[in-house]
């Protein structure tokens, strides 16, 4: 059933892409808009809503850890639903890009493709626990020190109801 609802996130990217098939030009710009707006907003809501968390009750690395993956622990099941659509957009870049290369639309194919590159950083920073869980897993150990105080600070956050000083 949870596979069913992550395909459902896939929907926009991967339709549009058959819509394609048939008219290449208006659904690479339905395509284009839409990533813009998703992926703007989500760029604007990482930057513009930072908390400023209380000096004397977290450490510089805690307010860092808060600073950097504020959505994740703010809003946790939002931000991993939201980091699933931008990876339907962004790895939907591995079929439009080579479609569109195919039908000589060279812009829109590079926008895409930079696109894929631009996204990665938020994405990681909507579902960080998924992420770096992952490189830890696959041996990448430098990680292991940040996921471990990205797990602390969720801990206390989720023992204090998720209130935290925002300033």
Known sequence: MAILFKLLYWSIPLGLFVWSLFSPTIATYLFLAAATIFEGYLFFIDGANKPKPDTSRWSQEEIDVIRKYHIALRYPFGARDMSVVLNGFRWSALLWV????????????????????????????????????????????????ELSRLQEVSDILRSQDGAYQKD
């Open 98 to 145: 080579p479609w569109l290369l195919w039908n000589q639309m060279w812009v829109s194919s590079a926008l895409i493709a930079i696109n894929f590159f631009i996204t990665g950083s938020i994405a990681v920073r909507l579902d960080p626990f998924f992420f770096l869980s992952n490189a830890v897993n696959r041996g990448e150990y430098q990680f292991a020190s």
